[in-house]
């Protein structure tokens, strides 16, 4: 795996897609909960959210309800269920020393260890040590957090490793950030073609015009490699446009000179832009077949000039908004149920790829 994606022709022959019934069936969707999305890392909340002992945030995974929290020995995740009759323990974000369950106050410490339960002292072999939260694997990148709900999940460094090296060659620094601001996207649209929107540029420039005339988005200016899980993406800036102050859409001095456009499958996008340290976090999760709701995360260095990141968000913020109705529109013609199969085209190779991880996840022979 190169970090930084060679150019290369790309031609061959048209490729099928995978049929439309994937995209509105919802029994495709109940196998992908569980056999994709409860089965990998997934991005649950900051590092800003978690900064002292005892902070915790609530979130939903698949169906799970999680907590996630910090103690003085680190950060926990653990099942959000009670172990005496499966309320849940905790909602909503903040500090606090213990959770205490609503229903009838069994206490469990920030670690998830049962910790009290009313009258338990009367309770014959009641042993708080067989009862705790159950735990899940969680992991800390940068800003960012991780939870997966499946204890056998791979190493979460070995998941985000060669993106992680991309963007570190790309001169990002995640120690230093925060996040500033998170924009959300409600799409009638299926998350696969969420997806799959993000992992092609041949419609930039038909859809995209200010991000076509900012940055290289021709078919050999954009360049691309997959490897596994991970899909590495960048194209270099249109410098007459973007260091011309009267022309450019955001002030880009800085350490950074690419737009990198990663990707982990099944649904981590992280993005880099030239100018100032940043990364802009694209992540979606499925609510039903036909929608899916999407997060532009934005992150930067605290000294960052409150200017430049203004224009900078409003300028992605205005390419992530572009998308949307092109997916609903996909959306729309998968479900006229007319038409079985599409055509991939020779720029579009990273979806066959993630076509191919998504199908094999689905048939139960991914190799995660
Ligand atoms: S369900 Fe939590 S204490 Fe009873
Ligand atoms: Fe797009």
Known sequence: MTTHAEPRPRTGALVETLPASYYTDPAILEIEQKEIFAKTWQYVGTVDALAKPGDYITTTLVDTPIIVSRSRDGVHAMVNVCRHRFSEVASGCGNTRAFKCPYHAWTYGLDGTLVGAPRSEQIDDFDKSQLPLTKLPVAVWGPLVFVSLDPQVGAFQDWIGPVEASLRAANVKLESLTMRKRTTFDIAGNWKIVAENYLECYHCLVAHPNYS??????????????????????TAPQDRVLHDAAAAPYKAEGPIGVNQNDYVWPNFAPMTWPGQNNLLIYSFRPTAVDHTIGYFDYFFDPDVDPDVERDFMAFLDEVGAEDVPLIESVQRGMASGLIDTGRLVPDENQIEHFQKLTKDAIHGSSAR
């Open 213 to 234: 005339r900012t940055f290289d988005t021709s078919a050999l200016g954009y360049t691309f490699a997959t490897d596994a899980h991970t899909f590495i993406s960048n």
